[in-house]
């Protein structure tokens, strides 16, 4: 590779990487309303692509898939960080597969395909040993790749857990609005039902939720 090639790779990797560190941060760690670029992309991308093609299908059947959608885009988003982290990774082993690396007898690949399977394998902390980091400045890559491997796993695991929770919590929470507002949506059946039946402090408890 030249030098010139070597160099757009390496920043394309180093840029690449800045948009995952950047989209972890604002969609798992700050978590507001202005999610990273990734997760506005996938989301949004998924969401309009089946909207779209489920735009013909009956009302129940279409509201049947779309709400299949919904608890799949956050495991979705977390697979596709983990693929960019690797990605970016390989991009930086790339141009120097050949001249920093000990690679066993039985890797045969191309070098793109040794910098991906190497940043795998260095991301998961599985490491079999078969491709070596043999400088200082590829071991400290792929140290660091393998510490931000186990850290955004952990972190999304426990991010997954949180949200699944407060799903879960809000799902019932309807339910509960559903049922006593005469199974609808009917904002006078709902208070109706309640000083029909006395009960004005489980009224303001059911508000205040």
Do not use: C
Not at 161 to 178: D, I, P
């Amino acid at each position: 590779m030249t030098p010139a090639t070597n160099v757009l790779l390496t920043t394309t990797g180093i840029f690449l990487l800045a948009l995952v560190f950047y989209d972890i941060y604002a969609t798992i760690l700050r978590a507001t309303k202005y999610p990273g670029p990734f997760s506005e992309l996938l989301n949004r991308g998924l969401w309009r692509l089946l909207t779209w093609l489920t735009s013909g299908l009956e009302r129940r059947a279409r509201h049947r898939i779309l709400s299949a959608l919904g608890p799949l885009l956050m495991p979705l988003l977390i697979a596709f960080l983990l693929i960019m982290l690797m990605t970016g990774f390989a991009l930086i082993y790339l141009p120097r597969m050949e001249t920093e690396f000990r690679i066993g007898d039985a890797a045969h690949e191309s070098l793109a395909l040794q910098a991906f399977y190497f940043s795998g394998i260095t991301l998961t902390t599985v490491g079999y040993g078969d491709i070596l980091p043999a400088t200082g400045l590829t071991r400290v890559a792929a140290l660091i790749e393998s510490a931000l491997g186990i850290a955004v796993i952990s972190i999304s695991i426990t991010y997954l857990l949180s949200v699944y929770a407060a799903l879960e919590r809000k799902r019932a929470l309807a339910l509960k609005f559903y049922h006593e507002a005469r199974q609808g949506a009917d904002i006078s059946g709902f208070i109706a039902s309640h000083f029909a039946r006395g009960r004005f402090h489980s009224l303001t408890e059911s508000l205040r939720e």
